[in-house]
């Protein structure tokens, strides 16, 4: 079994600032991947990053970066110069050989200008 | 490329009416998801289709609830007789064969039961 956590239901940031959204796992699998999705209003997630579990570079994606901490089972997400447009819900994803996601309760990022 | 393409955006039923929505996954993509995501939660899996067969439907109420991909292809999730629980949003991804690969999602469809 899979569970995800996400231990912010909000955070807010200034534009231009930097943020941190926080997220917990526990998988009982040893080949897993790690995802964040982004929703905004309109409701499509949005894929922002993907980690491969094996891999230990953080991913990174423009101002999009990812703190892997394995052992500790934490996937955190980090934007960078924050924009308006960066103002969505954040969910922490995780997927495995059952090829499904299990997802976290989502983050309301605010992005205050 | 087109994305996920997901019909009715919308939907405003009784309660005990059936519904319906329509899911296009993006082109070759075999494997299809619908998810169900209640209001403040992330979304949940209902059943996962590889090609026309259902491979995963656990999470599927199936006393009331009904999925299908007859030609692999396109899909049609079927709730009869709708309950107030039910009003959720409704998602639909889809992602290209055997593998963890990225999901991409639809804009889903939001349901809410009177």
């Known amino acids: 079994a899979q569970t995800v956590t996400q231990s912010q239901p909000e955070m807010s940031v200034q534009e231009a600032e930097t943020v941190t959204l926080s997220c917990t796992y526990d998988t009982s699998e040893s080949d897993y991947y790690l995802f964040w999705y982004k929703q905004p209003p309109s409701r499509q997630m949005i894929l922002v990053i993907r980690q491969e579990a094996y891999k230990q570079q953080n991913a990174t994606e423009n101002r999009f970066s990812v703190n892997f901490q394995k052992a500790a089972k934490s996937f955190s997400l980090k934007i960078s110069d924050s924009q308006l447009g960066d103002a969505a819900m954040y969910f922490c994803a995780t997927g495995g050989s059952n090829y499904k996601l299990t997802f976290g309760k989502g983050t309301l990022l605010t992005v205050n200008p | 490329e087109a994305g996920v393409v997901q019909s009715p955006r919308y939907k405003i039923i009784e309660k005990k009416q059936p519904v319906a929505f329509w899911c296009n996954p993006i082109?070759?993509?075999?494997?299809l998801y619908w998810y169900r995501q209640n209001l403040g939660q992330g979304p949940e899996l209902l059943i996962r289709y590889e090609n026309e067969e259902a491979v995963d439907d656990s999470q599927l109420p199936k006393d009331r609830f009904s999925a299908e991909r007859l030609k692999g292809v396109d899909s049609t999730l079927k709730i009869q007789p709708a309950e107030l629980g039910d009003s959720a949003v409704y998602l639909c991804a889809s992602k290209p064969g055997f593998s963890t690969d990225t999901q991409y999602f639809g804009p889903g469809t939001r349901l809410t039961v009177l």
């Open positions: 082109s070759g993509h075999n494997t």
